[in-house]
């Protein structure tokens, strides 16, 4: 994937970069729901936060089915 994500920009940002504005707003409102502000962190990469948005996301689901 090297040449290719140099050549196309947008593709290393998006799989590698820093995680969006989007994300961390989203990731901090989704930790502080499930009471685990612990789970924000500002220096995630794009791909982790959106794995942890997932997980709360499924956790929050899960304690709101009860």
């Known amino acids: 994937m090297g040449m290719a994500a140099v050549r196309f920009g947008g593709v290393t940002e998006r799989f590698g970069g820093l995680m969006t504005r989007a994300q961390a707003l989203r990731l901090r409102s989704l930790a502080e729901e499930a009471y ?12 982790e936060a959106e794995r942890r948005i997932d997980a709360l996301k499924a956790e929050i689901a899960l304690a709101d089915s009860f």
Do not use: E
């Open 36 to 47: 685990q502000p612990n789970q924000f962190a500002g220096d995630l990469t794009s791909v």
